[in-house]
């Protein structure tokens, strides 16, 4: 017996099957995949990963969307799902829901100056963005402020190399490096004029006197753009899970915020 098409039960939320192709240890608890799924996405958007009989977690895109077929994460094990995933190997089949998320505003930023600013685990998401831009050439100017604790817990080390040739980045370590202190310490090297887009993604306490500093050297608050991170479960605005300041899901209205709209949020 045929059904009409409109009982087929098409659930587009249902995690889609997916091999990892690769993975190794970035450092003791950090690990870079790459999984083979073609997805279609924007950068500063993320995908929920299933891991059967275990749970579900929140991750966000770290490749470029221009690179199809497959797409990367980096994960930090924190807990059980992702120390789970942490064991897991080439070869092991994962499930994937998603892309979720507005993403970063890239339609507003083709030409203009842009500034990055990531601490830890907050060059993730900026990193898609970051290969994207210097890929398409989308930039007037690109400077990519990155805080570490030290030398050992920054990522992508050997690609900041070749973002070198296109960006001008400066790094700071808690511990060890030239610029010792916190990132949000160093906003006034990139030397702001006050027209830039600026992206910020890290830690939530570096929100805030990263956006003083940007809006005294005279950047809008509605061009300043933060990541923010929040306990997510079903990532499509159901659980209520990620409600943030009382009004903004934080999975489907964000993960990615103005400040104007962050400051409305947490005042
Ligand atoms: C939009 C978004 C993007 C994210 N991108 C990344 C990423 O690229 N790489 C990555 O490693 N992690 C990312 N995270 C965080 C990741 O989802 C959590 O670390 C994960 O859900 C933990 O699951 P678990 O079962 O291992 O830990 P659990 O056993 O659930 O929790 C263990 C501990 O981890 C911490 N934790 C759990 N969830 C979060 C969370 N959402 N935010 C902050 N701390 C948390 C808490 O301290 C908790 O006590 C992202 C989260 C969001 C919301």
Aim: aromatic letters at 14%; a positive charge.
């Amino acid at each position: 017996m045929t059904f009409p098409f409109y009982f087929v039960n098409i659930n587009h939320q249902k995690p889609k099957k997916a091999e990892i192709i690769d993975c190794y240890e970035i450092s003791y608890d950090k690990k870079f995949y790459k999984i083979k799924a073609p997805l279609d996405f924007k950068p500063g958007q993320f995908v929920e990963i299933s891991l059967a009989g275990i749970g579900e977690f929140p991750v966000s895109i770290a490749s470029p969307p221009s690179t199809k077929d497959y797409f990367e994460i980096c994960i930090k094990k924190v807990g059980r799902a992702t120390s789970y995933l942490y064991r897991m190997k080439e070869g092991d089949f994962i499930g994937v829901r998603g892309p979720y998320g507005n993403g970063f505003p890239v339609e507003k930023i083709i030409g203009k100056k842009i500034i990055i600013i990531a601490g830890g685990i907050g060059i993730i998401p900026l990193r898609s963005f970051i290969k994207e831009t210097i890929m398409q050439k989308w930039h007037a100017s690109l400077k990519i402020l990155y805080g570490a604790r030290d030398p050992q817990n920054m990522l992508f080390r050997d690609e900041i190399r070749d973002w070198k040739k296109h960006a001008e980045v400066i790094e700071v370590f808690e511990r060890g490096g030239e610029r010792r202190g916190l990132v949000s310490e160093f906003v006034g090297e990139a030397d702001i004029t006050g027209d830039e887009y600026v992206f910020v993604c890290g830690p939530p306490a570096m929100f805030k006197p990263v956006g003083e500093k940007l809006i005294e050297k005279g950047v809008d608050k509605k061009n300043i753009f933060l990541s923010v991170e929040r306990k997510m479960r079903c990532g499509i605005g159901k659980c209520g899970h990620c409600i943030f300041g009382g009004r903004y899901y934080t999975c489907i209205d964000g993960p990615v915020f103005s400040y104007e709209n962050f400051l409305h949020a947490i005042l």
